[in-house]
Each structure stands twice: as C-alpha cells, then as structure tokens.
C-alpha cells in the first residue's frame, strides 16, 4: 500500500479517508495516534494488523467535544464532569461503562471504553470533519511512541494509507489515564496531567500498581497494555539510580565501545561515552517532550547497551519514569560512589 504524507492543510483528504473506512495516523498534543473510524469495528480492526497490535488491547476513542463522549458511554458521573471541564481539551484520557455503539474491536471485549478529547488542532478538526476515532499510538507494536511523521514513517511507512504531517508533538508522552468505571478513581496511566492535578480537583485517587511495577505471575492487567513490554529500542536498556555522581562514574566504568548514556544535561561534561540528553534534571516537562525521540535515537547510534539515570517520579516525572522502566523490563541498578 502507498502511503500519502499529507500537510495539515490536505485535511479533507485524510477524513475522506477515514469515512471511507482507512487508517491515518494524524499528530496530537501527546504522541501520534493511528485513527480509524472508531464505530467501524472493520476499520478499527486494520489499526490493530499495521500495528501488530495483540487484540485484547483496547484502545482509546477521540473526540471533538464533552457532548459527543457521552454519546460513547453508558453514565457520565460527576468526577467526569469535573475532570473534563478542567482538562479537556488535553492529555487526560478517562475509561467508563461502555454504550452499545462501541464495538468489540475498540474496547477488546471488555464493558468499558476509554475517552479523550485531544487539544491538539489538526486532531480536533479530523474529528469535527469525520467521526470519533479510535487511535492507539502510531507505532509498531513495543517500540517506542512516534512524536514526529518521521517516526511514523519509519515505523508504518506502506502499512497505512496515509500520515498528516502536524510537525513535532508538544507533550511527547501518551495521555494520563484514569478509569471511573470501579469503585475509586484509579490511575492506570501517568501522562502530561499528573497525579496531583488530579488530586486537587477530584480528591484521593488510587495509583494502579502496574504504573510503576511489573504484574505479578498471574495477575491481570487493569490496562491491558501495561502487561506488554513497551517503548523498548533494540539496545538493552538498564535504568541506574542514584546521585549523578555515582552514575557518571558507573557509566564510564563500563564503557565497551557499544555503551551509550541516556542522562541529564548537567551530566553531559562528566560522561566519557556517546550520550544522548533528556534535558536539565530539573526540567520534567522537557525530559517528557525528548523521550522517545531518545529512545529512538539509542538505535541510531548503534549502542547495545543504554544506561538511563533514573528519572524523579514527582509530577510528570512518573510519566517518565513508568515508560522508561518497561523500556528497561525493569532493570534497575543502585549505583553509589
Ligand atoms: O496520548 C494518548 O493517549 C495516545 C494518543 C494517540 O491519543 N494514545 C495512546 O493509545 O497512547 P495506546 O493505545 O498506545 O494506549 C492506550 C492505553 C493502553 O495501555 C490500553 O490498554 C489502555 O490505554 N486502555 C484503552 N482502553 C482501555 C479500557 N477500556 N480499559 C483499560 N485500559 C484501557
Ligand atoms: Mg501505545
């Protein structure tokens, strides 16, 4: 299949696309999300194929206003309510009891469906100009999140038909998830809106144990697609903690040619390996916008080996720290000097 690069001005291209029951990968204020008409389980099941995407993976429906999410869903309480007055539209994707209209192929099965109304533009007008859209990330299947088209194009380059080209993604982590539809409000999801902005609008909230551990033998993922391994590059990733003292020095210790560092700015003087920055230590939003594009770029440099200083899990630090620790299978190393 040829796949055509549209310019956000070839929109109309792209929704006729989509009405017709294709797939385009379109940017968002988070990552890039391959869309497909998301009442069209036929259409929504070829997002999964281009991907190689496990079916029993759901995937989130994207609308252009409040009124049409609630066409999607069978209740909408009021922590709804509050939460998508306050963030919507933007980073913050919210799971509730399903309406009929949804089919298998979007929720894989189960009885709930995850919604979000993006902020970005090109995102809005693609839904205003055709329909909800399921999109998962516009990725392969376990490589990491695209916030560029060239990493859309290197990923699903003649697998899709076509890509809008929105230039780089602003937030440069998937959305924060949060599902209402059990008994407490639960983050299954670090994203861009944090877990204490959440808090501050609709009091305690639980953190799903998969954001920052591996699932026990056994056990069953609240999100589905916290159980696979993610985000991972082909270099091995290991995350090292501790003091940027003792990661420098343990880096540079165990430099074999194939090493590189994935670190902070103020770490670049002290590294004697090819490194690649995520932004001052201090600067989490940064660090959120450059990850992938990181992880990317690991491969790039031909490394076998990635040693990652690991991230702060405060405010959007989590994000960060719940993708790169499944793109490490959860290696971590305490280094101290
Ligand atoms: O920012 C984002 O959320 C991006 C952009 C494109 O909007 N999308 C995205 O989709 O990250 P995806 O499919 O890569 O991640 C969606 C996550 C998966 O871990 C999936 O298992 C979970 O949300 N999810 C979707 N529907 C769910 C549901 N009904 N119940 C529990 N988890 C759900
Ligand atoms: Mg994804």
Redesign the pocket.
């Known amino acids: 299949m040829k796949t055509l690069i549209l310019k956000p001005d070839e929109i109309d291209q792209a929704a006729e696309i989509i009405r017709n029951g294709g797939i385009v990968a379109m940017p968002?204020e988070?990552?890039?999300?391959l869309a497909a008409n998301a009442l069209d389980g036929k259409a929504v099941a070829q997002i999964f194929k281009a991907k190689g995407r496990p079916m029993d993976?759901?995937?989130?429906v994207?609308v252009s206003d409040i009124a049409q999410a609630k066409t999607l869903v069978r209740s909408f309480p009021k922590e709804a309510e509050i939460l998508a007055e306050k963030f919507w539209p933007g980073?913050l994707?919210i799971?509730l009891p399903?309406a009929d209209i949804i089919p298998d192929e979007v929720?894989?099965g189960?009885d709930?469906?995850?919604v979000?109304f993006?902020s970005d533009p090109v995102a809005r007008k693609l839904i205003s100009l055709s329909c909800p859209l399921a999109?998962?990330?516009?990725n392969l299947s376990g490589s990491p999140?695209p916030t560029s088209a060239k990493h859309v194009i290197d990923d699903m380059d003649g697998r899709i038909d076509a890509i809008i080209d929105g230039g780089e993604c602003k937030v440069g982590v998937?959305?924060t998830?949060i599902?209402l539809a059990g008994e407490k409000p639960r983050l299954?999801?670090p994203?861009g809106i944090t877990a204490e902005q959440l808090r501050e609008v609709i009091g305690e909230i639980e953190i799903d144990d998969a954001v920052v551990n591996p699932l026990k033998d056994g056990e069953k993922a609240?999100?589905?697609?916290?159980k696979y391994k993610h985000y991972a590059p082909k270099a091995n990733v290991i995350l090292l903690r501790g003091t940027s003292e003792a990661y420098i020095a343990y880096v540079n210790s165990h430099n074999d040619d194939k090493t590189a560092a994935l670190c902070y700015d103020e770490e670049t003087g002290g590294l004697n390996v090819p490194y690649i920055v995520l932004g001052a230590e201090n600067d989490m939003e940064m660090q959120a916008h450059n990850l992938f594009t990181a992880l990317r770029q690991a491969d790039k440099l031909g490394a076998e080996t990635v040693y990652a200083h690991c991230p702060n899990r405060e405010g959007v630090g989590l994000a960060i720290y719940n993708r790169i620790i499944r793109a490490a299978g959860f290696t971590i190393i305490q280094v101290s000097v």
């Open positions: 968002t988070t990552v890039y999300g993976n759901p995937l989130i994207h980073p994707t799971i399903k929720s894989a189960l709930t469906v995850a979000r993006p999109a998962p990330s516009a999140s998937e959305s998830v599902t299954l999801r994203g609240a999100s589905p697609g916290m």
